[in-house]
């Protein structure tokens, strides 16, 4: 089983809609969550973070952790095409450690 | 305010000869990270590093793989002797470490992408 199971995708959705990201874990010590972007040929963007469990809100974006399921889930709101771009769960053990992605899952938002 | 720098964005290199793979980590940040990420694969850590020293290198391939962060300049990955399946983009991240923030968050570099013929 792998650390970090996430959907590769891909995703397509239309413009406006409600677009809901997943990963499952198995490892139950990690501690901080977080939510990464990446367009194509770039480096990873940070979304959100969460340490623990429960739920955190930005804008458009909310994240979403339960540790007792070790699932964790990404919302976007009123989707745009903008948002188009793989999206990459990513975990660690602790502050100032290695994190560990998922796969990525590669969204798009027609017009 | 800078972010993440890296270079050179593309690296063609043929078998057997050495890449150096250079990374100029965020204003203020002392903690450098290097990922590797393979075609239709995840991003995979590959060793941390701060200042001078290796924190960890336990993703890092045992053989022709290394890492330095020195006390001035960039870090830099370097491999030696590459082969085909070294082709990847690699990616640096920086972080403040526990002197700044109340987490450690890690920004990433738009990646080397290195090609080998």
Excluded at chain 1, 3 to 23: F, H, K, M, T, Y
Excluded at chain 1, 101 to 109: I, M
Excluded at chain 2, 23 to 44: A, N
């Amino acid at each position: 089983q792998k650390e970090v199971e996430q959907d590769p995708g891909p995703l397509s959705v239309p413009e406006g809609a409600i677009v809901s990201l997943n990963c499952t874990y198995s490892n139950s010590a990690f501690q901080y969550f977080m939510w990464y972007r990446q367009y194509s040929r770039k480096g990873p963007e940070l979304l959100m973070y969460t340490y623990s469990s429960g739920n955190k809100e930005d804008g458009r974006f909310t994240a979403q952790v339960d540790k007792s399921s070790k699932y964790i889930s990404l919302f976007i709101r009123d989707s745009q095409p903008s948002d188009s771009a793989t999206y990459l769960c990513a975990m660690s053990l602790g502050r100032n450690t290695p994190l560990v992605f998922g796969k990525g899952t590669r969204l798009s938002v027609i017009a | 305010n800078a972010g993440v720098m890296q270079n050179p964005r593309h690296l063609v290199r043929r078998r057997g000869q050495e890449a150096r793979l250079r990374c100029s980590p965020m204003k203020g940040h002392s903690h450098v990270y290097w990922y590797r990420q393979l075609p239709e694969e995840g991003l995979k850590f590959m060793v941390y590093l701060q200042k001078e020293n290796i924190i960890d290198e336990s993703g890092m391939p045992k053989e022709r793989f290394s890492a330095e962060f020195p006390k001035e300049g960039p870090s830099i990955l370097r491999i030696q002797q590459v082969v085909r399946g070294d082709s990847a983009a690699y990616f640096c991240a920086s972080s403040p470490g526990l002197a700044g923030g109340s987490f450690h968050e890690q920004y990433f570099g738009p990646g080397t992408r290195l090609t080998v013929t």
